[in-house]
């Protein structure tokens, strides 16, 4: 097993943690994926962060096909991050909302909506410079629509609402 694989002890934290749904979609999971939020290929397969809870989300095989396949809307709604990029500082868009994760299991809500530009951060870290995130628009998956796919173009800015006088 490589330094960066999540532990049993870890996988169990982050099964917790998602209350035994996946982190995209909230749908209950019974055979779930473990995703790498920082892939290993990304960070070095000896980073021994790579396998701290923070860095991983339980997801369904669909979810995670999606993710893997669907990868700069998945970084935007902080699912992939880059190799410099520390999970616990860069929210995540779970079914729930926005959120960071923490180490210990439990996770803090961001508190209103990442900015379009730069990467969201903690309230106290605001300043960093960074990856351009964007933010699901108004007629996100919050609002019916089917995936974040749905809330971005083909550059991943959100979608500006259509006037449909």
């Known amino acids: 097993m490589s330094v960066s694989a999540f532990t049993l002890e870890v996988k169990k934290v982050i099964l917790d943690r998602a209350g035994g749904r996946c982190d995209r979609c909230g749908l209950k999971v019974a055979s779930g994926h473990f995703h790498h939020r920082n892939p290993r290929r990304m960070g070095g397969s000896d980073s021994i962060a790579l396998g701290l809870p923070s860095n991983g989300v339980l997801l369904h095989p669909a979810c995670h096909d ?7 809307v998945a970084a935007q709604l902080g699912f ?13 868009y779970l079914w ?3 959120h960071f994760l923490n180490e210990d299991g439990t996770v803090t809500p961001y508190p209103g909506v990442p900015p379009l530009h ?15 995130r964007g933010t699901p628009s108004a007629d996100g998956p919050e609002n019916g629509q089917e995936g974040p796919a749905a809330s971005s173009n083909r550059a991943g800015r959100p979608r500006q609402p259509e006037n449909r006088d």
């Open 96 to 98: 729930s909302g926005w």
């Open 80 to 92: 992939i991050l880059g190799a410099l990029e520390d999970p616990m500082e860069c929210p995540i």
């Open 66 to 72: 999606y993710i893997e396949s669907h990868r700069k």
């Open 118 to 132: 730069g990467p969201p951060r903690r309230p106290d870290d605001q300043g960093a410079g960074g990856t351009g």
